[in-house]
């Protein structure tokens, strides 16, 4: 692939890009896009025409990951190991127009965990939706 045909495939995935935030207001923001020479969405996928990379701002919350997510059409990925105490790096794999991209960002590591290491987004999405775990009720129900 040469340099002009990856300055195409970015200027196709910008196109892309705003058309969908045009649509999408309520996405996070992204911090970055690249499109990659070569990069596989599966372990067994070469896209030789460039991959779409979309790095989501880590100040967007769960819901904001989700959104991204579920725009993309994405499925399922991995949360990748880190040394990070507070944020594990996930990612997911989908399409944007015909382009394949792949988000990467940042969640709560407690919420990774509980997504393990290869994760759906069906899942993501039932954590978020769960109400929020309560404690012991003041003064201390017998």
């Known amino acids: 692939m040469s340099t002009r045909d990856l300055l195409g495939s970015l200027t196709q995935l910008a196109r892309e890009l705003d058309t ?7 996405l996070a923001e992204l911090a970055s896009i690249a499109v990659s020479r070569y990069g596989g969405v599966a372990e067994d996928e070469v896209v030789p025409f460039g991959l779409g990379e979309l790095n989501v701002t880590g100040a967007a919350s769960p819901a904001g990951v989700l959104a991204w997510c579920e725009a993309i059409g994405a499925t399922s990925r991995w949360c990748l190991p880190g040394d990070d105490d507070w944020v594990t790096t996930i990612t997911a794999a989908g ?30 999405r039932e954590l978020l939706s769960a109400p929020a775990p309560t404690g012991p009720a003041p003064g201390g129900a017998r």
């Open 20 to 26: 969908l935030t045009g649509q999408r207001p309520d």
């Open 95 to 124: 399409r944007l127009g015909q382009r394949p991209v792949r988000v990467l960002t940042g969640l709560p590591r407690d919420l990774a965990q509980q997504l393990g290491q290869q994760w759906t987004v069906h899942r993501l």
